[in-house]
């Protein structure tokens, strides 16, 4: 029996499109000699559908007789892309059916089942009928390769567009509009009788899962080798109630995704891992083997044969409830009411707050951020603030505790514990992605709280930070650099989180004093903002710093970028940009070593991101250096601190290196 289906991460696994090939076979004729074409190799012919749809009604093309434009869209119940757009169709079906166009969805894969259909039809609100394509017939005839596919016929059904609805969604990006609507400005000028003006646009979306001939000599089965591959590599999230789009964990389910799975892996968008191999050695690694990789290959190329399936390996034991070593002592709504996502179009970055009423400082033993909706909640950052305060660049400095797609609770080492100082208040970042289904959701935050006589290190978490930047129009790779404060004694680096917004192209972070490299990410992506655990702690030199050095792609072949005509700034929301170079430290409680204590580190980053912002509300002309004619007299005795040479001229890198 199936699993019931969830929403899915549009980012999870959106995938390119396969070449263009001819429409022949019994459904679609060549046009007559002497009748018009839109393009080359349109204006075939449609002669015919024969389909029922999940209600058990069939639907022929006699059926459309009416109307002058029919548009078959190919849909996937549990393809993120079909489940966005199919609103954008339905939307497209209310406005245009005045003027004479008809929608029909179009359901090929094997896997998607008449009950899958019409729990879809019914969740996405859709009213133009939805057909389940057996056998993948008429996808066969019109050569339909993915889930969205659109095909746009006139009244003699005649094609005369195919490929996306727009351009929205692609390969691991999410516009916050589209830059062209190729659907519907076809459906405009067919309406207006004119010719198309592009007849072909790629589709990007998830291969159509097609029953394929088995080989009866294939050495690769899902039962002898593939089931434990994704057991150890995909079923984590791939698996009811986890953030992926569809489980693998039943062979029914992964045949029809076999063509796509060896897809993502080949492309290397899964499993989702960014660290270059030759810098670290990191204890949360996703990687897969070549070998594992071609088994997958091959598996896909044989037609996924099933193999024996009475003894499969077990899947990974799933986390219910809380992944904390314990229930937690203290629950935190993220929100304070439930929070709904609408069904598409951009959400700003939300903020929240709640008091934890806190009368003493509080050591952390755990901590988790526990979406209430997975399939909508991009990531969360729980900072601590005092009382009132604004989550300014201090704030960058460090989080409390973050959750991103993927995420896992690990366990800190012995006698660790991260602080929450007493009078503090929580500010929550969220980041909603939309569905193309409204959603609710109500996060939580978990706290297991440790004994203050048992913590011997504290886990602080600072950063090379660099608010001030300017990305120009079109730069392709505009680099952005970010020194962090000094180390204190005995600290020892435990992770990195790099964190850029969608112009992000590249990030790496080095000793100064060794030149270490010790993460390079060669190809950020904005939608797995992994942290980058050490399989061993990395003891630090006291007084060393972080360096931290990123790119941003502004141009037009960043298909993620918003608009390649602006002069990007720092700026909380996704079409601004951040350049933060989080580091998670274990550092000796006070007392234990010499040197700055982690308290005084604290101070520290507060104090240099007080200086810095104070140094580019004063330097007007923006030319990162300062005269003290320039600068306040109450801040002359400051400025002869921070003037390390003695010039009488006040750089930006004076002020940030103190």
Same mark, same amino acid.
């Given at each position: ?86 609103? /954008? &169709? ?19 894969? /094997?896997?998607?089942? $008449? ?10 609100? $859709?009213?133009?009928? @939805?057909?389940?394509?057996? !056998? ?29 609805? #727009? ?14 609507? #190729?659907? /519907?400005?076809? $459906?405009?000028?067919?309406?207006? !009788? ?34 434990? @591959? ?12 986890? =953030? ?5 964990? #039943? ?39 070549? %070998?594992?990789?071609? &088994? ?30 314990? %229930? ?30 806190? #009368? ?6 755990? +901590?988790?951020?526990?979406? *209430? ?46 602080? @929450? ?27 297991? =709280? ?8 504290? =886990? ?28 204190? +004694?005995?600290?020892?680096? $435990? ?7 969608? /112009? ?16 390079? @990410? ?57 350049? =933060?170079?989080?580091?998670? &430290? ?8 010499? *040197?700055?204590? +982690?308290? %005084? ?52 890198? %004076?002020?940030?290196?103190?």
């Amino acid at each position: 029996m199936k699993m019931q289906r969830r929403q899915p991460n549009v980012n999870l696994i959106v995938s390119a499109a396969s070449c263009f090939g001819l429409l022949v076979g019994s459904w679609i004729a060549p046009a007559a000699a002497d009748e018009p074409v839109a393009a080359s190799a349109f204006g075939t012919q449609l002669t015919r559908i024969d389909l029922d749809d999940y209600r058990g009604r069939r639907w022929q093309l006699e059926d459309f007789q009416s109307d002058s434009i029919l548009v078959v869209a190919f849909l996937g119940t549990e393809c993120p892309l079909a489940k966005l757009y199919a609103v /954008r &169709l339905q939307s497209m079906h209310d406005e245009l059916s005045g003027a004479g166009v008809r929608i029909i969805g179009v359901m090929s894969n /094997r896997h998607d089942s $008449l009950l899958d259909i019409g729990s879809f039809a019914q969740r996405q609100n $859709l009213t133009f009928p @939805i057909v389940k394509d057996a !056998g993948g017939r008429l996808a066969d005839q019109l050569a339909a390769t993915r889930t969205p596919e659109v095909f746009v016929f006139d009244a003699k059904r005649r094609l005369h567009y195919r490929g996306r609805v #727009d351009d929205q969604y692609g390969i691991g990006y999410v516009r916050d509009e589209p830059r062209r609507h #190729d659907l /519907r400005a076809a $459906l405009d000028e067919l309406i207006a !009788g004119e010719p198309v003006s592009v007849p072909r646009a790629e589709a990007v979306g998830c291969i159509i899962g097609r029953k394929k001939t088995v080989h009866s000599d294939a050495s690769v089965t899902y039962g002898g080798q593939v089931a434990a @591959i994704l057991n150890r590599h995909c079923v984590e999230c791939h698996r009811e109630g986890e =953030i992926a789009p569809f489980a693998l964990t #039943d062979y029914e389910e992964v045949v029809g995704w076999a063509d796509m799975i060896a897809e993502v892996v080949r492309d290397q968008r899964m499993p989702p891992w960014h660290a270059d191999p030759a810098h670290g050695h990191f204890a949360n690694a996703r990687l897969m083997s070549d %070998e594992e990789k071609q &088994l997958l290959y091959d598996w896909a190329e044989a037609g996924a044969p099933a193999g024996d399936l009475s003894d499969l390996p077990v899947p990974p034991a799933k986390v219910a409830g809380w992944q904390l070593p314990r %229930e937690p002592d203290l629950v935190f709504n993220v929100s304070p009411e439930p929070f709904e996502v609408p069904a598409e179009g951009a959400v700003r970055y939300q903020y929240f707050r709640a008091d934890p009423k806190l #009368d003493r400082d509080v050591w952390i033993e755990a +901590a988790e951020l526990k979406p *209430g909706n997975r399939s909508v909640v991009h990531h969360i950052l729980a900072f601590a603030v005092p009382k009132g305060q604004r989550r300014g660049l201090d704030g960058a400095r460090g989080f409390l505790v973050g959750y991103v797609p993927g995420a896992r609770v690990e366990p800190w080492p012995a006698g660790h514990a991260k602080r @929450i100082p007493a009078g503090s208040e929580l500010i929550f970042q969220v980041h909603y992605t939309p569905i193309g289904t409204v959603a609710i959701d109500q996060s939580e935050l978990g706290i297991c =709280i440790k004994e203050d006589a048992t913590v011997t290190h504290e =886990i602080v978490t600072t950063s090379a930070v660099q608010p001030r930047f300017a990305i120009p129009p079109g730069k392709a790779d505009h680099p952005v650099a970010a020194s962090s404060p000094k180390f204190p +004694a005995g600290a020892k680096l $435990l992770s990195m989180s790099p964190h850029m917004h969608v /112009r992000g192209k590249s990030f790496e972070y080095t000793i100064e004093s060794s030149g270490e490299r010790v993460l390079s @990410i060669p190809q950020y992506d904005f939608n797995w903002q992994t942290t980058y655990v050490l399989e061993q702690p990395l003891p630090l030199k006291e007084g060393d710093r972080m360096l931290c050095r990123a790119t941003f792609d502004n141009s037009a072949a960043n298909l993620n970028n918003p608009d390649p005509t602006d002069t990007v700034t720092w700026g909380d929301q996704t079409w601004d940009e951040m350049m =933060i170079g989080y580091y998670h &430290l274990s550092v000796p409680r006070d007392g234990e070593a010499s *040197g700055p204590t +982690a308290a %005084e580190l604290r101070r520290a980053a507060v104090q240099r991101a007080v200086r810095l912002a104070t140094f580019d509300r004063i330097d007007r002309d923006k030319d990162g250096k300062l005269t003290k004619a320039q600068t306040p007299r109450n801040l002359h005795k400051v400025f002869e601190e921070l003037d390390a040479d003695g010039d009488g001229v006040l750089t930006r890198q %004076e002020a940030e290196t103190k």
